[in-house]
């Protein structure tokens, strides 16, 4: 049956319809259709099914096209193509469709939307292809665009819109309400008002609420709310996010070093700020750069990867070099060659804990220099206790399994050792970095896992070579 | 200087103060000046300096302060004490707290809250404990937080604010503006009225920005924008929040399954949810569970970390019982003790990485049935390249470090087979995991380990005890 409804007939019932399933995955039957619709180059349909689709919608169908397929989507929908639906695919992706583009037809593209989401979309081209591009728009738009560039990547200058409505502190409740029913010209949301001098200096805001609330007579200054959370331009947009999330706020101005207000950063962007930086953190813990995407070429990625698993490498030959240094005791007695990964393993893995929980404090400020003791006091009797109680479990397990009770005593104690050593290494190591102004959630994990697969292999030899007279 | 200033005027100068530093941490001197004030019993600079103070910094306060003082300040404040501020402080404080408080002390403190800041302050409580407080709250405030309560942990029913604007839809814009102006009893802040009908069934919305643009004498149907994004009440957050980031939606109403309107919820609860999801996600790929706090207690700590390292003691006893059935070949060669670590170590990075990228794009929904197998096909080409990239270093490194060549060959081909197996295994076992419907971030870590490990051993000691005929 649908195989045979018309193309046009399929988009209209499409597009009025979720493109997702229960878990927000996109429906595989919407990107056959698409797809269907690239190889008859059917225009039409496309318009019809995609246009006025959300373009969080748009991107998604985007990331899961081809390359080849996605350029031709572009291409046949033409002035339809709804340009912030590149702000919601990887970067990856964007990249390649913008290159695939004419310059002047980007530049029309990124003339209608705001500043936040073409700054977005320019952000990771080169120089010189975003130069042509700016060349390209509008005087006021090159203007606001060129000067949110000027701010550095990451700033709160590039994540604000710069569209806001701004009204002297001589007006009244009516009349601005009476400017806002007759501007043609407004920002497509808004939930406040800002009041500021001829200057552009800010003196407060007045949200919408209070705005219907109030007589028309009544002068804006008397209802306005001073400003006590203000972003500055080129502070860092995680700091700036951590202010949104620790006051709750909706939105907030944004500030030149002058004081005077140049745009407002509104609570979806810092959403994506918190998203992208706890991707981050989670990338690299787990030993992936940052901005490691899933659309990365096999050779990027492997490149990428290459790094992390070099210093590793180092460090795992660090730990064999103790190793190597009791060859004659790990020939004498092969029940340790057999045994000492474990001991390396089980207070890697407690480090691993310790860090985690360390690396997230830090970030989310509940670690501090005033609490740092108490933390590392807690860590190393947790690594204390769970030590005692692995080295019973492990002791008892290897004494039976080498029906050597010695050998049961000797792992006893190194384990016991290491994950003292691993909980220590796992909250100082985050903390020290953090003191030098590195952020720990890249570089703690190679320094941990060298002390503990030293302390381990270490420890176990030691205390075996002691014990069993070797 | 500072140390002569009677209390009450160093409050009055620190109210109008910062309370944090650039980074966002809480000064010191706060919380010196708190536990001064504290150990003078000086309830009215006390009552000065916090009662103005923004929740997140009375939160923030809390939380620096040890749990005698915490209950102090508690008592020393009385009704001065806002009740938000436990919405900012961990489950275990939060619930200390409360447990000192006399429950009608608590009704009085929560019946000052909106819905959602006050469930999420009892939810942590139990049953009964949460029962004796609900009954002494007024009946409407009771009313409301049972039926909060009724709806799963989790789910957007408990999250959501039954405090919202909702009027007829055969009123003008100048009735509802009449409405807002003459009400006392209105949400403190809201962006959006709603429109329903007389079984409160949702029609739309009407943004406050539209409302203030528009006639009085228009019908509030003309204006209203019919809800393409409701949620219903038991909706897991989880996916709420997906939904919000997505959409960059700023509020979203709330509906039964009577799609009755029964609450709205906001971006900055959804914030909140973002939050701590991103955080369960790092603590649990780092072995850690996900409501681990950084005020648990010691013996909480270890117990809860305890299951997860007798889960890699398991995994590791079976990379040694590997180790252990070459036994014979260890104790001939000594070189493949020192070395069978060094693959085991570089497998398990490699797969951790992998791992790391799979586990986050399944939580992002970026990995699905649809990309899944070119996403399997790019991970085991990375570890091809970077297997054939360590077996060269590797190699290089062993021959000259043993001076001997064929130890160098054996070490490179297994470094090849456990990149490879690892890379397989990093992206193969989170996938199964999703598809069984248990949580990748939590699971995957042991399987992944045990593939690298036991892959690791056994194909370098195949290869070596093949390779030099042992």
């Not at 180059?41 to 998604?60: I, Q």
């Not at 990331?63 to 397929?69: K, V």
């Not at 104690?413 to 890249?442: E, H, K, Y």
Request: net charge negative; aromatic share 8%; with cysteine.
């Amino acid at each position: 049956m649908v195989e045979t409804q018309p193309p046009l007939a399929r988009a209209l019932e499409w597009r009025d319809r979720d493109w997702r399933d229960d878990d927000g995955e996109l429906l595989p039957e919407v990107v056959d259709i698409v797809c269907g619709m690239l190889g008859e180059a059917d225009a039409e349909s496309l318009k019809t099914l995609v246009s006025d689709a959300h373009e969080a919608d748009v991107g998604a169908l985007l990331a899961q096209l081809d390359p080849d397929d996605r350029n031709r989507l572009v291409e046949l929908l033409g002035a339809d193509f709804d340009f912030t639906a590149l702000t919601e695919v990887d970067e990856t992706i964007r990249v390649e469709i913008l290159e695939e583009m004419e310059p002047e037809q980007v530049a029309e593209g990124i003339a209608e939307l705001e500043t936040d989401d073409a700054v977005a979309i320019l952000e990771d081209l080169d120089e010189e292809e975003r130069s042509e591009i700016l060349d390209k728009l509008p005087a006021s738009d090159r203007f606001a665009l060129r000067r949110a560039f000027d701010y550095p990547e990451g700033s709160a200058g590039r994540r604000m819109k710069d569209e806001f409505i701004a009204v002297p502190p001589f007006w009244t409740v009516g009349q601005v309400i009476d400017h806002l029913r007759e501007s043609a010209d407004l920002p497509d949301d808004f939930t406040e008002i800002f009041v500021v001098d001829p200057g552009y200096h800010l003196q407060g805001h007045v949200r919408l609420d209070r705005l219907l609330r109030t007589q028309r007579p009544v002068a804006v200054t008397d209802i306005l709310e001073e400003e006590t959370r203000t972003v500055t331009a080129s502070e860092d947009q995680e700091d700036v996010a951590f202010m949104f999330e620790r006051y709750n706020l909706l939105s907030a101005p944004v500030v030149d070093e002058g004081n005077r207000l140049v745009g407002v950063l509104t609570v979806d962007d810092i959403v994506d700020v918190i998203e992208e930086e706890a991707d981050a953190d989670i990338k690299q813990l787990g030993g992936v750069k940052a901005d490691e995407e899933i659309s990365d070429s096999v050779w990027t990625t492997a490149k990428g990867r290459f790094r992390w698993l070099f210093i590793n490498l180092i460090t795992a030959f660090l730990a064999t070099t103790v190793l190597k240094s009791f060859e004659v005791q790990l020939a004498e007695m092969v029940a340790l060659a057999v045994l000492a990964p474990i001991v390396a393993s089980q207070g890697g893995n407690a480090a691993t804990q310790t860090m985690t929980v360390a690396v997230r404090a830090l970030a989310t400020r509940e670690l501090g220099p005033r609490n740092a003791w108490r933390i590392v006091r807690r860590e190393v009797s947790v690594g204390f206790i769970n030590g005692i109680a692995f080295a019973i479990i492990t002791g008892t397990v290897a004494s039976f399994w080498f029906t050597n009770a010695n050998i049961g005593v000797v792992i006893g104690l190194a384990l016991v050792c290491n994950l003292v050593a691993g909980s220590l290494g796992g909250v100082l190591i985050p903390l020290l970095l953090d003191r030098l102004r590195v952020d720990p959630a890249i570089s703690s994990g190679p320094f941990v896992t060298t002390v503990t697969d030293v302390t381990g292999f270490l420890s176990f030899l030691t205390i075996a070579t002691w014990w069993f007279k070797l």
